[in-house]
Nanobody, 115 residues
Framework: QVQLQESGGGLVRPGESLKLSCRTS????????LGWYRQAPGKEREFVAS???????DYGDSVWGRFTISRDAAQKKLYLQMNSLKPEDTAGYYC?????????WGQGAQVTVSS
């Protein structure tokens, strides 16, 4: 069973930065892709960023140019560097792993951006 564990969430002020981590129980190269999603209260889950086996990355429109996804295969970790944070970035952030048709999710890390 694939396990994903997020960490690094917290409370920051607008304009500040935060880096999320996701530790995987499996070899990074076992996954077709890894990604981050977020969900704010009362809203649907939203795509944030993804990275595939070819290290191609993709980003949601609302985070383009501010967030950076990366991975460390040796550490079995996925990262999300979040810069220039805005109050509208406040949400639970979830790590997702994709293996063929299967999707696995972490339990989430809360990010709150408030002055």
């Amino acid at each position: 069973q694939v396990q994903l564990q997020e960490s690094g969430g917290g409370l920051v002020r607008p304009g500040e930065s935060l880096k999320l981590s996701c530790r995987t129980s499996e070899n990074i190269f076992d996954f077709n892709s890894l990604g981050w999603y977020r969900q704010a209260p009362g809203k649907e889950r939203e795509f944030v960023a993804s990275i595939n086996l070819s290290v191609l990355t993709d980003y949601g429109d609302s985070v383009w140019g501010r967030f950076t996804i990366s991975r460390d295969a040796a550490q079995k970790k996925l990262y999300l560097q979040m810069n220039s944070l805005k109050p509208e970035d406040t949400a639970g952030y979830y790590c997702r792993a994709k293996v063929l048709a299967r999707r696995y999710w972490g339990q989430g890390a809360q990010v709150t951006v408030s002055s």
